[in-house]
């Protein structure tokens, strides 16, 4: 299976639970291996990103997030959005992203989001956030 196809399943998955992965975790959890593991993983991401502009769907990569940017895509995430049509230039990011976020857990059939509640998986710090406060999630597992 391709790596984007093979993507797209991890993150639909992940949708479902409301999870957001970090690029790395994306790239551990489908074994994509060095080297340019991260990069194959914005390639995947870029064209599901297109695959999601051209059948009018939100953006399933904004699930994957960068581990240095508070829990917001790395900037090429924004660059391809607004090569798409739907970011602009100074737009608020961290508002397109919730909004995305938001779009993404109601289509791939996440619980409805009454709480900004989601799961924020990464290599170091597994938390749910909700309304600010922490707390450890169920076990992942990604088959």
């Known amino acids: 299976m391709p790596t984007h196809a093979r993507v797209r399943a991890f993150l639909e998955s992940a949708a479902k639970r409301r999870i957001l992965f970090t690029y790395q975790e994306v790239a ?7 080297p340019h593991s ?5 390639e995947a991401l870029e064209r599901l990103m297109e695959e ?9 990569a ?4 960068s581990k240095t ?3 917001l895509p790395a900037p090429g995430f924004f660059d391809c959005a607004g090569r798409l049509g739907r970011f602009v230039d100074g737009q608020d990011a961290r508002t397109f992203h919730a909004v995305e976020l938001n779009a993404i857990f109601a289509h791939w059939g996440g ?4 709480s900004d509640e989601y799961t924020l998986f990464t290599d170091t710090n597994p938390t ?3 309304g600010g406060g922490l707390c450890r999630p169920p076990p992942l597992t990604t088959a």
């Open 28 to 34: 551990k959890a489908l074994d994509i291996l060095p």
């Open 38 to 42: 991260i990069h194959q993983v914005t």
């Open 52 to 60: 999601d502009a051209a059948a009018d769907r939100p953006f399933i």
């Open 62 to 65: 904004a699930l994957a997030i």
């Open 69 to 71: 940017r508070g829990g």
């Open 111 to 114: 619980s409805p989001n009454t």
């Open 128 to 130: 749910i956030t909700r």
